[in-house]
């Protein structure tokens, strides 16, 4: 069995594990198959370090255990990633007041008012990096695909004004796209659309 494509790091304990840097370089490399005699040879460190901080790694859950292979005097154990992706729950590095008891965040929401609040965009974020990496990795264990979709676009606003406009307008456009569709026991959908000024401009305004 393959690992499965993203894990999410919800757990500060088992974050702080997976963050010093010889372990960030140990789960880079299992992405292949190795064992601590391999990665002790190729990292250039003792077999008993390499072996030392695999092992920690195996009890977070970060890595398994894919061969033995007898040795003489040895069994080398042939390790690698439980996830192909490591992503971070946004809400580990939050105040614990701040963080949601479940992936639902709909109370952040109406916490956060203003739709044209950088909290608001954050909080929304990652709450949709919470729940897909969730329901991603469980449909990745039951062998299915979870279907998603991602839409994306650029534009240019001559005036700050103009975003509050756009904001409106993409809005209702939604609204009515979203009732059009809206079917009473379909399987519900969570759409979430947020703007912010490209990388490298200025965002201030407004």
Same mark, same amino acid.
């Given at each position: 069995?393959?690992?499965?494509? #993203?894990?999410?790091?919800?757990?500060?304990?088992?974050?702080?594990?997976?963050?010093?840097?010889?372990?960030?370089? $140990?789960?880079?490399? $299992?992405?292949?198959?190795?064992?601590?005699?391999?990665?002790? !040879?190729?990292?250039?460190?003792?077999?008993?370090?390499?072996?030392?901080?695999?092992?920690?790694?195996?009890?977070?859950? $970060? *890595? +398994?255990? =894919?061969?033995?292979? /007898?040795?003489?005097?040895?069994?080398?154990?042939? #390790?690698?990633?439980? !996830?192909?992706?490591?992503?971070?729950?946004?809400?580990?590095?939050? /105040?614990?007041?701040?963080? !949601?008891?479940?992936?639902?965040?709909?109370?952040?929401?109406?916490?956060?008012?203003?739709?044209?609040?950088?909290?608001?965009? =954050?909080?929304?974020?990652?709450?949709? *990096?919470? +729940?897909?990496?969730? #329901?991603?990795? @469980?449909?990745?264990?039951?062998? =299915?695909?979870?279907?998603?979709?991602?839409?994306?676009?650029?534009?240019?606003?001559?005036?700050?004004?103009? =975003?509050?406009?756009?904001?409106? #307008?993409?809005?209702?456009?939604?609204?009515?796209? @979203? @009732?059009?569709?809206?079917?009473?026991?379909?399987? /519900?959908?969570?759409?979430?659309?947020?703007?912010?000024?490209?990388?490298?401009?200025?965002?201030?305004?407004?």
């Amino acid at each position: 069995m393959s690992a499965t494509e #993203m894990t999410l790091m919800d757990e500060p304990d088992r974050l702080r594990v997976a963050l010093t840097p010889i372990r960030r370089r $140990l789960l880079d490399r $299992l992405r292949e198959p190795a064992s601590a005699v391999q990665l002790a !040879a190729e990292f250039d460190l003792p077999r008993q370090r390499v072996g030392y901080h695999i092992k920690v790694l195996e009890e977070a859950g $970060l *890595v +398994e255990l =894919v061969e033995e292979r /007898p040795r003489r005097g040895f069994v080398e154990r042939v #390790m690698r990633v439980t !996830a192909n992706a490591f992503l971070v729950d946004p809400g580990v590095l939050a /105040p614990a007041t701040e963080v !949601a008891e479940t992936a639902e965040f709909d109370e952040g929401f109406r916490r956060v008012a203003d739709r044209y609040a950088a909290e608001h965009l =954050v909080e929304a974020a990652a709450g949709t *990096v919470r +729940e897909v990496t969730r #329901m991603a990795a @469980a449909a990745d264990r039951q062998g =299915v695909r979870l279907l998603t979709f991602t839409v994306e676009a650029r534009v240019r606003f001559a005036e700050p004004g103009d =975003v509050h406009d756009f904001t409106d #307008m993409l809005a209702e456009a939604v609204s009515q796209v @979203a @009732a059009r569709f809206d079917a009473p026991g379909g399987r /519900p959908y969570r759409l979430v659309v947020g703007g912010h000024p490209a990388p490298g401009t200025s965002g201030t305004g407004g």
